[in-house]
């Protein structure tokens, strides 16, 4: 079957190269047809899956149709697909960095092509290709995504892209670049009227501060969500009043109750990896009740111990 097809797909671009041929008779080349002839050798290459063959006759065919662009029939998303494609071989290679570059290359010309919304799901698609294996370029390309939607005015598509850029930040322990990132989010949030998501944002830059052992912002995030509708006295900035407080007063006790509450545990699972690993400062993994219990004896120091497991572990 794989012999067949890479037959058929050389026959394809035996054709491909007698439309290219000129004579006395026929003084251009025929680009179109050569181009039609190479997309249908690279799904025979693809099929047979012999990548590297597939992704060079992707690329001929982009290159023809580009060529074909002084015809009134060019279409110029044609030649940018073949070109995504090509970055799909590279991918089925396990080839990703020459797999996004093409992507990348391909959402440069839908860009030009003034086709900015098909660049920026290219480029999440891109993300999600490389997320696996580099989540610096996966956090690039979703910014660039969001970006592109922003530049639209499509808020709800950006927001989405920036949501998944700043958990990456987090996994990266790139904390400062989260919490700028979470605040653009929260912005805008803020702009298409979506208060609960701002909540659940105030929550997220509070844990990111708190890790940055910046409490002054971490407080500052929670004053600037009062003027939220909804949000003073909500679950959110309860909850959020509450660990600050314990936090402020070492109160080791308080802030894990707080931290391991479903509020927090059922959060996304990297800001519910920083609220179950957050630590008060000088606690040292022990409660502030702890510090209250009689000293020696035979009930003192097991319980004390039995404490400190609670906070083994965790990010900080």
């Known amino acids: 079957m794989a012999a067949q097809k890479i037959n058929e797909a050389h026959e394809h ?9 000129t004579s006395l008779t026929k003084w251009k080349p025929d680009f179109d047809s050569a181009a ?11 099929n047979a899956k012999q990548y590297d063959q597939a992704k060079d006759a992707y690329l001929k065919e982009a290159e023809y149709h580009t060529e074909n662009k002084t015809y009134p029939h060019y279409n110029p998303s044609t030649a940018v697909q073949a070109i995504e494609q090509a970055g799909m071989m590279m991918k089925e290679q396990k080839k990703m960095p020459e ?3 093409y992507i990348e290359k391909a959402c440069m010309m839908y860009m030009e092509n003034g086709t900015p919304d098909t ?12 997320e696996p ?32 850029a700043s958990r990456l930040l987090v996994r990266l322990k790139r904390l400062d670049e989260a919490a700028v990132a979470l605040q653009k989010e929260k912005n805008m949030y803020k702009e298409i009227e979506n ?8 929550t997220a830059q ?7 052992g910046d409490y002054v912002a971490a407080d500052k995030c929670v004053r600037e969500a009062y003027s939220l509708p909804g949000y003073s006295g909500s679950e959110d900035c309860v909850a959020m009043e509450t660990l600050l407080q ?16 479903p509020l927090l545990k059922y959060m996304d699972n990297d800001y519910a990896k920083l609220s179950i690993s957050l630590r008060v400062p000088g606690g040292g993994g022990k409660k502030k009740k702890a510090a209250a219990a009689p000293q020696g004896g035979a009930s003192g120091a097991p319980a004390a111990a039995e404490e400190e497991d609670d906070y083994e572990g965790g990010l900080c």
């Open 246 to 261: 314990g936090y402020d007063e070492q109160d080791e006790d308080q802030v894990y109750r707080v931290c391991n509450s």
């Open 99 to 101: 797999a996004i570059q």
């Open 195 to 202: 208060f609960p998501m701002c909540f659940k944002k105030t």
């Open 206 to 212: 509070v844990l990111i501060h708190l890790h940055r």
């Open 133 to 164: 294996i580099n989540l610096e370029k996966a956090v690039d390309l979703y910014q660039k995504a969001a970006g592109v939607f922003e530049n639209e005015d499509r808020l709800r598509q950006a927001v989405e892209l920036l949501g998944k």
């Open 36 to 46: 039609s002839e190479y997309a249908k050798a690279a799904v025979c290459f693809k």
């Open 119 to 130: 660049a920026a799901m290219a480029l999440d698609r891109a993300g999600k290709l490389i």
């Open 13 to 21: 671009i035996a054709k491909a190269e007698k439309c290219l041929k």
